[in-house]
């Protein structure tokens, strides 16, 4: 009997390679005015879609993720997308989906490369501090004072590294600096640095944008190394993920997917530049926001995590520093693990959907983009868009897909499944 073909990601490649040489020419976005302007009609973009794989055992579930994706293209929830679905290191299904921008001719491909926004928490800060916490060099329950004398004040001695990972320092979420005619890195990360606790340090979660940048920052004292430059050398060039990297910002690039058509502070179609504001005050690199990728990409990724941190021939992450990044660390607080989030086990939706396990973990990034990974059944599924085009003020037409196309995934591979005793994703 022969054995069924498996994508892999040198194959991946090369396969990219032939589908360019083929391609005459790039198409061009062509911008209009600071509109949407007429909706195309959607086209998809397979580069995989292996309906006839033995791992399937439901393919009706894999063309109803088309559907899905182009009503929401439709309802202009945004304009294009790319999705990646697997289960352990093969690679089921990768689609293009949509343009660029509504009226663009350019279309979405498996190497579209993304503004990740959020999932630079995962991909980059957390599985940095994964790899220096393995060396020894960093330690999650110390304090950030240890790294940071910024931090060994009367209010922060207590933070630790752990704190950070998890969102519970009692830092600020947030802070629109540009509002505040702060814009200058330095400047932005004075604000940051002597920012007031709003809790105890593991009193309470708080998604905390401060938290990551400070992580960073902490990653940079210990490696004496540009936070970016580290994770290039140490995560993305040993993994292959080629097309990944950080960006500096004042270098709009049209190869890029575009964000947000910004009225608001740079005035400008984002393109090619990181849309999320702090991160783009402090140069295009932070531990928050900055990261750029591509579904291929971000498969490799995934198959590494799922294969327990094994990637071509060799341990990247052991084992059990996977097992003890991704368990949740107190479920009185959040659904939170270190750095990763992981699925919601009550009645509140879950952008992991309704069928991905209890040891699921994952992230989700503001620009539109997600990843989530099922270490139980080795399911994984990336969905990437750009769904802050033209504005991020339009999320309720956004609301309900990465749920969806999780459970579909999940079909996909396991029809037919149980069904749980929790409401429908709305996320």
């Known amino acids: 009997m022969n054995k069924p073909f498996r994508w892999t990601p040198r194959l991946l490649i090369c396969g990219l390679l032939v589908l360019g040489a083929c391609r005459s020419a790039r198409e061009t976005a062509l911008e209009g005015p600071l509109n949407p302007g007429p909706v195309n009609i959607p086209s998809i973009q397979p580069l995989i ?52 921008t509504y009226r663009s001719r350019r279309r979405m491909l498996p190497e579209s490369v993304f503004d990740l926004a959020s999932l630079t928490k995962v991909v980059a800060t957390t599985t940095a501090s994964m790899l220096l916490y393995e060396r020894g060099q960093l330690d999650i329950d110390a304090p950030v004072s240890r790294y940071l004398d910024t931090f060994n004040t009367p209010e922060r001695q207590s933070i630790t590294i752990r704190h950070l990972l998890t969102h519970t320092s009692g830092l600020p979420a947030w802070r629109p600096f540009y509002q505040d005619g702060i814009t200058a890195r330095d400047a932005v990360l004075g604000e940051i640095l002597s920012a007031e606790l709003l809790t105890e340090p593991g009193e309470e979660y708080r998604y905390s944008d401060f938290g990551m940048i400070s992580l960073a920052l902490v990653i940079e004292e210990i490696t004496g190394e540009p936070f970016d430059q580290w994770c290039t050398r140490n995560i993305f060039d040993p993994l292959g993920m080629r097309s990944t990297g950080f960006r500096s910002t004042g270098k709009p690039d049209p190869n890029i997917v575009p964000t947000e058509l910004d009225d608001y502070f740079r005035n400008r179609l984002i393109q090619g530049e990181v849309h999320d504001e702090t991160a783009w005050s402090l140069g295009g690199v932070a531990g928050h926001a900055g990261l750029f990728s591509t579904a291929l990409d971000l498969s490799q990724f995934a198959q590494m995590m799922v294969q327990r941190g ?90 309900g897909i990465r749920g969806s196309i999780a459970d579909a995934a999940y079909e996909a591979f396991f029809w037919p499944v149980p069904i749980p005793e929790v409401e429908q994703s709305s996320q």
């Open 49 to 100: 879609s292996t309906l006839d794989s033995p791992t399937v055992v439901y393919p009706s579930a894999l063309m109803r993720m088309d559907s899905l994706i182009i009503e929401f293209i439709n309802a202009q929830a945004f304009p294009g997308a790319v999705l990646s679905v697997g289960k352990g290191i093969e690679i089921i299904k990768m689609t293009g989906y949509g343009a660029y």
């Open 310 to 399: 094994y990637h071509d021939g060799r341990t990247f992450l052991q084992a059990s520093t996977i097992d003890q990044f991704t368990a949740v660390v107190d479920t009185s607080l959040s659904t939170r693990a270190l750095g990763w989030d992981t699925r919601n086990l009550n009645d509140e939706p879950s952008s992991a959907g309704l069928y991905f396990g209890p040891r699921s973990y994952g992230h989700t990034g503001f620009t539109g983009t997600s990843i989530w990974i099922d270490p139980d059944s080795e399911a994984w599924v990336i969905l990437l868009t750009n769904r802050v085009y033209p504005t991020r003020d339009e999320y309720e037409r956004f609301r």
